[in-house]
């Protein structure tokens, strides 16, 4: 089981990676259904 260190250190390397993907467009206007379509591709490792 994870330590609570790993886990944030897991959070925030989400994070960076979110950040990264939305800076590729920075002009582009996400709606709530994208975001989620997002973030659901990346958890699941699936190509968007």
């Known amino acids: 089981m994870p330590t609570e260190n790993e886990r944030k250190d897991v959070q925030k390397a989400m994070a960076y990676d979110l950040l ?6 920075p002009d582009k206007t996400y709606t709530a259904a994208e975001l989620e379509a997002l973030i659901d ?3 699941t ?3 968007q």
């Open 20 to 25: 990264r993907i939305f800076k590729q467009d």
């Open 41 to 43: 591709a990346y958890i």
């Open 45 to 47: 490792g699936s190509q």
